[in-house]
């Protein structure tokens, strides 16, 4: 089946950095690519959706300014966590929609900002 | 608006007993649906998905069948492992849409 990459799996940052996740489609393109933020014992949250070579559409209460995302090709969406603090460690989990209209999510990333 | 509402968990089996996880979902239109399965510290994996109604999706032993008359997308096992245990999340999209729709997820715990 299709997959979806995502990379750093764990990353931990220092309170004011920035850290950068990627999102990658392996065997397919995606058009459109959602960002996903879980707290423990809860559903997916989502924060943005993706689409190839246009700007990001934020959910409402997610501050474009501090989660940058970037859909430069087809294969590849990164959200970039500005000027991190403790409260934005999470689970980060991204998801690709392909032709097919299924979506496949990736693997997770860990943040744990300290 | 569109929703999907599964059963609340914890659900709680004993290895090799029946499994149903109750998903309903409230839709305008005719969306696809899905099952995906979420295990400890990992993101999600698709499970099954069905795409019209009175499709039945199948995998790893699981089935859902997409009831267009109850609005319904249960997943069924005949069978449980205690590798089963997981979080499942029943979701819904339409083609047109630009996102999925989640429900709450169910925590599934098998004991040996």
């Known amino acids: 089946g299709a997959v979806v990459s995502q990379h750093p799996s764990r990353v931990i940052c220092k309170s004011g950095t920035s850290v950068k996740i990627e999102c990658r489609s392996l065997?397919?393109?995606?058009?459109?690519m959602f960002w996903y933020r879980q707290f423990p014992k809860q559903s997916l949250m989502l924060m943005a959706t993706?689409?190839?070579?246009?700007?990001?559409?934020?959910e409402q209460g997610v501050e474009k300014d501090k989660f940058l995302i970037n859909h430069a090709s087809l294969t590849l969406s990164t959200l970039t966590v500005t000027s991190a603090h403790p409260e934005d460690s999470s689970f980060y989990i991204c998801?690709?929609?392909?032709?097919?209209?299924?979506?496949?999510f990736g693997e997770g990333s860990w943040l744990t900002v300290v | 608006g569109d929703s999907v509402t599964q059963m609340e968990g914890p659900v709680t089996l004993s290895e090799e007993a029946f499994l149903t996880i109750n998903c309903t979902y409230t839709?305008?239109?005719?969306?696809?649906l899905f099952w995906y399965v979420q295990y400890p510290g990992e993101g999600l994996q698709l499970l099954l998905k069905?795409?019209?109604?009175?499709d039945k999706g199948s995998n790893k032993g699981f089935e859902a069948t997409y009831r267009k008359e109850t609005t319904s997308f249960h997943l069924e096992k005949g069978s449980v492992q205690v590798s089963d245990s997981a979080v499942y999340f029943c979701?819904?999209?339409?083609?047109?849409?630009?996102?999925?729709?989640f429900g709450s997820g169910t925590r599934l715990s098998i004991r040996p």
């Open positions: 998801s690709a929609r392909d032709q097919a209209n299924t979506i496949y």
């Open positions: 065997d397919f393109q995606a058009t459109t």
């Open positions: 993706s689409n190839e070579g246009s700007k990001a559409t934020y």
């Open positions: 839709a305008t239109g005719y969306p696809s």
């Open positions: 069905a795409t019209k109604a009175d």
């Open positions: 979701a819904l999209l339409y083609s047109s849409a630009s996102k999925i729709i």
